[in-house]
């Protein structure tokens, strides 16, 4: 049983999360798939439904009262989305449909224009597939050479390699701030440094830091952030990419056609300014206006306290996962990850597990959580990944413990 202290008041916080109050297959829901989406609280579905019911209008193009309210609101989501990870201005901040457009916008954009045979992109082994697939395929097309940091049993980045792997050659280092699945939380100010020192860009990947931990793009001095509206608490189809003004300002567009542009010609057409030279075509408007409200609310709670409620279930959850027989976890002690853990059951395909705890109302995902080549490195095909955020309470571990020890006797493992 828990017996420590609660950073956040997760009864009060729950109350605006509806969702969570249900019954899966008889049993309360305990929604433990943060890492693949999170949940979102009236506040944002009351925003993107204000907006559908009061002042839906496009963005930008007309002089009219609705057009205006909307142009505004969408902007002012920009404005509180670039201060929530510190860019300088809000021209560093371009509106995507999640982090892997944001990654795909980068590869395209800047990859298709910088890279050359003989230079090298750096990746790490435990990215995401989507920091991984974009820059094989740049890397193919642009007759770049595509690298990797590899990870240890303990899934920790080789920093002892990375002296070896990032040399003058080096264009530009992409890398995860937090992994999906080992749960790692990277030493990214380190990172980013490292690759500046020979010269080659830092590209970071936040689909699973920006929902967690205080974000600082200054202070971190990386020239490129990607992360998803849907993993923090706001709508789906609506992500950001952050990136150095002058270096947003020095790429090509990504996708072409209205509103990116300032002037068209039957034959030539040139670029509008940033951030808008990269959003194409009518945006979601309604995922940003709720994105909006999205960052109010976790401002609202706190980052910082954010991430410590999520150490303590973390710990504890890993804790209490320790005694079912069977159980390995895979990746760092909590106190150097996020607030997820991936594990297997000796004798339970991490399937069959998801299955039975979805009978007992626990939800979690199963499988490689795009992460193949992580699972490849421990030489399994799949986990269960259990993931938690700031709703989540230590009764939910404990009630993830009770479901695999019941899916251990299902399996009849005890006898
Ligand atoms: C580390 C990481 N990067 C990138 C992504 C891709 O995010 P999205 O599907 O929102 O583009 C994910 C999604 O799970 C992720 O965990």
Redesign the pocket.
Known sequence: MFKGELPLNVEEIRKDFPVLDQEVNGHPLVYLDN??TSQRPLQVVQAVEDFYEKYNANVHRGIHKLSEESSEVYENARTKVAKFINARSDRELIYTR????SINLVAYSWGMENLKPGDEVLVTEME?H??LVPWQLICQRTGATYKYVPIDDTGHLRMDLLDDLLTEKTKLFAF?A???TVGTINPVKELVKAAHEVGALALV?G??AAPHMKIDVQDWDCDFFAF?G??MLGPTGI?FLYGKEEILDAMPPFLTGGDMIREVHIDSATWNDLPWKFEAGTPNIAGAIGMGAAVDYLQKIGMDRIHAHEQVLIKYAMERLSEVPGLTMYGPPAEERGGLVAFTVEGLHPHDIASILDAYGVAVRAGHH?AQPVHDHFGIPATARASFYLYNTPEEADALVNALLEARKIFRLDE
């Open positions: 890492a693949a999640n982090s892997t457009e995401h989507a920091n995860t937090a992994s999906n990947d689909a699973q998803s849907h993993k992500g795009c």
